[in-house]
């Protein structure tokens, strides 16, 4: 499994942004996506996880009614739309994916978001 993040950038607080993860190779038909986030000087820590085939999600409790993480089966694309944007979501995010009894076992690259004051 191949994963690719993009869509990161600079926002000012109480913005938005939608950061997309292409995934190629074996299907992830079993599997768990998931995105997260480390900021400098910081352990990576989970934000959002969806599996991939019935769609349920769970969230980390600093992002909850804030963002929403989904998937396009047809495309591939695991998305995660960040509204309410504050600095302290400022981090490297990353996707993730890992199958079913098992930790999320690839990456992505990661795509830097920063929000500013």
């Known amino acids: 499994v191949q994963l690719q993040a993009s869509g990161g950038g600079l926002v000012q607080a109480g913005g938005s942004l939608r950061l997309s993860c292409a995934v190629s190779?074996?299907?992830?038909?079993?599997?768990?996506m998931g995105w997260f986030r480390q900021a400098p000087g910081k352990e990576r820590e989970f934000v959002a996880g969806i599996w991939w085939s019935s769609g349920i999600t769970d969230y980390a409790e600093s992002v909850k009614g804030r963002f929403t993480i989904s998937r396009d089966n047809a495309k591939r694309l695991v998305y995660l739309q960040m509204n309410s944007l504050k600095p302290e979501d400022t981090a490297v995010y990353y996707c993730?994916?890992?199958?079913?009894?098992?930790?999320?076992?690839?990456w992505g690259q990661g795509t830097e978001v920063t929000v500013s004051s």
């Open positions: 190779g074996r299907t992830v038909s079993g599997y768990r």
């Open positions: 993730g994916a890992g199958p079913y009894g098992s930790e999320y076992r690839y």
